[in-house]
């Protein structure tokens, strides 16, 4: 046959299937028989997060005005005041959430770059770009990034900027887009160095108890190169489910067994001791820090003080401290304060676990993967879910996050007085 | 017929056909993409999620403190040089050798109030002379050449009191009560307390926004020798604060 003669079949065949499907498909059966699965739709799922800091609000990822999925401007999770050398700092717990409907494969924390958000919107050509309080500094020369919803545009800046600032001066270029407030902007080139880290000092304007002298009131305390951020040191314990594992901070490196971090404890009795007799468990309010076992336990009230010995790990939120049996040598009063002297002892010499250096260290380059934690002191770093989507598994993770200045033995920190450090945390899922 | 189809086909799909570099780059895309998909999907994320708890602060408190001669002007620890910081050494002197001292005699008390005007409470007060060094009086015509300062010199106390006065603790010399004048009492507490290492020890310090008053008293003693005339002890008290 030759290739006309097919063609011809071939049409052939083609009329009679055109026949049967416009005209004649009732005229050959005499039963048929048909279904449809009709409103057939694919859907995407979501993949957002919450955080809340303590019991304030929950902040979510889906709803910030940069319509990125990226919320740069949750809660922040510490407010200290007042802080002394020595002392107990304070502690904040953040828990985060899965609120989307997919897993997550990868759950990061990560030390931003320096940034702001756009406090005007922009467009046309622009030397100047109007935000909000800017976090950390920016160097003259820096690439600055802003990003709104899948719009992105690098900008260098041709002017340093401080801490807090409300403007950055770049080099002139026309906008891309018009950037609307709520723009994300951050400096890609910082977190190299103390100098133009994420974390900022700042006098202090406000006088730490009423009436008293304030930072801008001294003149020994220059904030230049960060002192302070470069010296109190930070740290970040999961406690999920009771499952204890210190990402950061001492005891992060190498990974204490416990899954402690060295994080002090400043609590009340939670019920007055007695003289009567021998204890073996101080009764506290719940611990804002850890006790390990062997470490040195004081209370104090007034005058009285005793020094008891921990016998055993006690955590975050545990109202009880183990201790070896010993007789109170006074009633000490609910109003007693309690703290962990060896934990005190044990960071007063760190220089290693400061925010500087986490901003250093652990920015986006050195970001800390939060495997899930299978025991104290134990991570599953195979498993293929580090994030359960919302209302399944661990969907809900729990980080105490603390900070504590040092005193170190003959160094005299007058420099570190009226001194603010400012700073960030990110939280990050991927699918 | 199917022979011919066969061939027919083969031609239109074969290195001959008009068609073979176009499939042959689809074919390269196909296998562009088949390797991305497969080699490069741990590079980024179709989906993320990020927040981030912005501005967290954290503020240290402040130690400071200042100290008011009798009813003088504050002078505040902080008001020195930058460099040591928050020391000032430029405080006014308690005594100035417009007060002449004749034996047995006590000069009226010095009072003076130590305030901790910072946001944190002291742990520690202390108290200590850095030096206390023989000076002819001006003025006088001829000075005895004794040392006022040495053993059998002017004497000297530290009085604590409330804030009306009423005394509470003699921390030098070590009394209960009220402070009463002891022979070579300058002497003994330059030699003794000369350094913030080897200060007196005035217990705790006041906490933020409370006061501690004391009295400094002096006197020659009723036996001064002749010695002593025209001569004057240059001393100068440091207090010092710890946390």
Same mark, same amino acid.
């Given at each position: ?431 | ?39 490069? #999907? *741990?590079?980024? @994320? &179709?989906? !993320? %999620?990020?927040?981030? =708890? ?34 000032? #050494? *430029?405080?006014? @002197? &308690?005594? !100035? %050798?417009?007060?002449? =001292? ?34 002819? #009086? ?106």
């Amino acid at each position: 046959m030759s290739l006309r003669e097919l063609k011809g079949v071939l049409l052939f065949f083609m009329a009679i299937g055109a026949a049967a499907y416009f005209g004649g498909g009732g005229a050959f059966a005499s039963f048929s028989a048909e279904t449809t699965n009709v409103g057939s739709s694919a859907a995407s799922g979501t993949l957002t997060m919450s955080d809340q800091v303590n019991t304030g609000t929950a902040c979510l990822s889906a709803n910030a005005t940069s319509q990125n999925n990226v919320n740069a401007a949750c809660a922040s999770v510490l407010a200290l005041t007042n802080v002394a050398p020595g002392v107990y700092g304070g502690v904040a717990q953040v828990t985060v959430q899965n609120t989307g409907s997919i897993d997550a494969s990868k759950f990061y924390l990560w030390a931003p770059y320096v940034n702001a958000t756009l406090s005007a919107g922009i467009s046309g050509t622009v030397t100047s770009l109007p935000i909000t309080a800017l976090e950390g500094t920016v160097t003259n020369g820096d690439s600055i990034v802003l990003s709104f919803g899948t719009h992105t545009q690098t900008f260098t800046a041709n002017a340093a900027a401080s801490g807090g600032a409300t403007s950055i001066s770049v080099t002139s270029q026309a906008a891309n887009f018009a950037y609307p407030i709520g723009t994300i902007v951050v400096d890609t080139s910082s977190n190299t160095s103390p100098a133009n880290t994420d974390c900022y000092d700042a006098k202090t304007t406000v006088a730490g108890t009423t009436g008293a002298t304030k930072g801008t009131d001294l003149n020994f305390n220059p904030v230049t190169g960060n002192p302070f951020c470069g010296t109190a040191l930070i740290y970040i314990q999961e406690t999920t489910g009771g499952k204890n594992y210190c990402w950061l901070g001492k005891g992060s490196s190498p990974e204490a067994a416990s899954g402690m971090c060295t994080a002090p404890i400043s609590v009340n009795p939670s019920s007055a001791l007695s003289t009567g007799g021998p204890i073996t468990s101080l009764p506290v309010t719940a611990l804002n820090g850890n006790v390990a076992s062997g470490d040195s336990i004081v209370i104090t009230s007034g005058t009285n003080t005793q020094t008891f010995t921990a016998s055993a790990n006690a955590y975050f939120g545990a109202t009880a401290i183990p201790v070896n049996s010993a007789t109170p040598n006074f009633a000490y009063p609910t109003t007693s304060t309690v703290i962990d002297t060896t934990a005190l002892s044990s960071l007063n010499p760190d220089t290693t676990d400061t925010i500087t250096n986490f901003n250093t260290a652990h920015n986006i380059i050195g970001k800390i993967q939060l495997f899930p934690v299978t025991a104290n002191g134990t991570i599953n770093n195979a498993a293929t879910v580090e994030l359960d989507h919302f209302n399944s598994g661990t969907f809900s993770r729990v980080f105490q996050v603390g900070v504590y200045l040092p005193a170190p033995a003959g160094i005299n920190q007058n420099p570190l007085q009226g001194l603010q450090s400012t700073f960030g945390i990110t939280w990050h899922i991927d699918q | 017929m199917f022979t011919r189809l066969y061939r027919h086909l083969h031609r239109t799909s074969g290195p001959s056909s008009s068609t073979w570099r176009l499939k042959q780059m689809l074919a390269a895309l196909i296998v562009f993409g088949g390797l991305s998909s497969l080699t490069a #999907t *741990g590079t980024f @994320a &179709l989906l !993320t %999620s990020q927040m981030s =708890n912005s501005r967290a602060t954290v503020a240290s408190g402040t130690f400071t403190f200042d100290n008011v001669v009798n009813t003088g002007t504050a002078c505040f620890s902080y008001g020195g040089p930058s460099s040591p910081g928050n020391v000032n #050494t *430029g405080c006014q @002197a &308690l005594i !100035t %050798s417009s007060t002449l =001292n004749y034996p047995g005699v006590a000069i009226t008390p010095v009072k003076v109030t130590i305030t901790n005007d910072g946001s944190l409470d002291a742990a520690d007060l202390s108290v200590y002379m850095p030096s206390c060094a023989a000076s002819a #009086t001006p003025g006088a015509p001829s000075p005895g050449g004794a040392d006022p300062c040495a053993t059998n010199g002017a004497q000297f106390y530290v009085q604590e009191t409330t804030s009306t006065g009423t005394p509470t603790t003699c921390w030098f010399p070590s009394a209960v009560g009220a402070c009463s004048f002891v022979a070579s009492s300058l002497h003994v507490f330059a030699a003794n307390y000369n350094a913030t290492t080897s200060a007196l020890d005035l217990g705790k310090g006041p906490v933020h926004a409370t006061a501690r008053y004391f009295l400094i008293g002096m006197q020659l003693p009723a036996t001064a020798s002749n010695a002593l005339q025209g001569e004057a002890a240059v001393f100068g008290l440091t207090w010092h604060m710890s946390t």
